[in-house]
């Protein structure tokens, strides 16, 4: 079934219809051809969402109107949110990162400037991207049936960075020179634990986190962590992290 987001202001649960606007209607009529009676999921857009079971009662140009079957909240969202702070990679690099990481489960995404990232923005080419990255998490959430879907936020500096750590009660670093602490042990010392944790994975872009730029987030109290002998592509380093089952 076609799983489609909407804000709360168009669910009209008193009169079980809701209201779908914007290019899901385009997409809707003129590349999925539905039509009256056709079946679709609607997802509400909040941190506790629902999902509502819908028939399709109208179609225009400009709205979808839909019969509220049934609803239900879901456990497709895992108590862990990992916010992902990404030293900002070439464009098809993120891309994939930002696709790939929605279906494994990321809460969030936040792309870093660093010293050795090779790839700048200036603000006008960030607002075109942040707008193309965050299309991408959304087509990305419908697909893969996820109940948010994961905002991509404007890019932010190392030390904007050091100074946000304090909100999150993980903070990991993910750093090729380092040689004593491992991925595993951090990952044992969440064991058992149910309560809801917000971590800050940090990965840096294609040449790397500088050392000084490690130093920086080790006075915030970052875990600074080795994934193995063997250096990973920036795209890479992500699914470490999501196979050790953060999410």
């Known amino acids: 079934m076609q799983k489609f987001f909407v804000p709360q202001n168009q669910i009209d649960e008193g009169n079980e219809k809701i209201t779908i606007l914007g290019e899901d209607v385009n997409h809707i009529k003129n590349v999925l051809r539905l039509s009256f009676e056709d079946e679709i999921l609607v997802c509400e857009k909040s941190e506790e969402p629902i999902n509502y079971v819908c028939k399709i009662n109208n179609i225009s140009n400009k709205e979808i109107i839909c019969n509220i079957i049934s609803k239900y909240k879901s456990n497709n969202e895992s108590n862990i949110k990992i916010h992902i702070f990404q030293g900002i990679p070439k464009a098809e690099k993120m891309e994939l990162i930002i696709q790939k990481c929605t279906e494994l489960g990321v809460y969030e995404f936040i792309p870093v400037e660093m010293s050795r990232c090779a790839f700048k923005l200036n603000n006008k080419d960030m607002t075109k991207k942040l707008s193309r990255w965050n299309k991408i998490a959304e087509v990305a959430a419908k697909q893969c049936g996820r109940d948010i879907i994961p905002h991509v936020r404007d890019k932010i500096t190392i030390n904007e960075l ?23 042990e951090q990952l044992k010392n969440m064991n058992n634990i149910n309560r809801k944790l917000d971590i ?3 990965i840096g872009p294609e040449g790397g986190i500088s050392e000084d730029e490690v130093n920086i987030l080790k006075k915030v109290n970052a875990k600074i962590i080795s994934l193995g002998k063997r250096i990973l592509r920036t795209e890479t380093v992500r699914n470490c992290f999501i196979w050790n089952n953060f999410v």
């Open 162 to 184: 050091s100074n946000e750590l304090a909100n999150y009660d993980l903070s990991i670093v993910a750093y090729e020179n380092e040689e004593k602490t491992f991925l595993k």
């Open 200 to 202: 800050a994975i940090i």
